[in-house]
């Protein structure tokens, strides 16, 4: 019998030991990787607003600052499906939006999550576009806007960004 009552309790003792380990390790590991501070995720509010000013222009020159430049980029928008590097981002732009509107404005909402790791960043946030076609009437689209950003040289620039828009109904 006290064979069977000390192998209950090491059984008992084991697999709590068992059922424990993991949650202990990933609560250090969730430990190890503290949010962004209010600073940090303040700097990055900044730059989403000015990022949004810049595209209310109508003039990517005026957003290009905020974009890695490397060949081989990948940018995903509305339409077409992606943009390979921001020469053909930028030119893909012009011609879909900024030739075809006679104004536009874009706002963020406020729910701005950003996320770091290191030199990575990335953001996610919902606007809205309002604007004015050149042909007439008006266009109203919540977007969705995620972007991941690292820092280069002091500079934090977009490396991979997705906007989308839901489909209709």
Known sequence: ??????????????????????????????????????????????????????????????????????????????????YNAWSEYKAGVIKAFTETMSSGKLTPNDDLKVTRRGDIVWTTVTFHLSAKPKAGGAMEVDCRHTAIWEKRGGQWLIVHEHVSAPLPG
């Open 1 to 82: 019998m006290k064979i069977s009552v000390l192998s209950r309790v090491a059984s008992a003792i084991i697999m709590a030991l068992l059922v424990s380990a993991p949650a202990s390790a990933q609560a250090k590991r969730a430990a190890a990787k503290p949010a962004p501070d209010a600073a940090f995720t303040n700097e990055f509010k900044k730059m989403i607003d000015e990022y949004y000013t810049a595209w209310s222009t109508l003039n990517p020159d005026n957003a290009a600052k905020f974009y890695a430049k490397d060949a081989d980029i990948v940018f995903y928008d509305v339409a077409p499906l992606k």
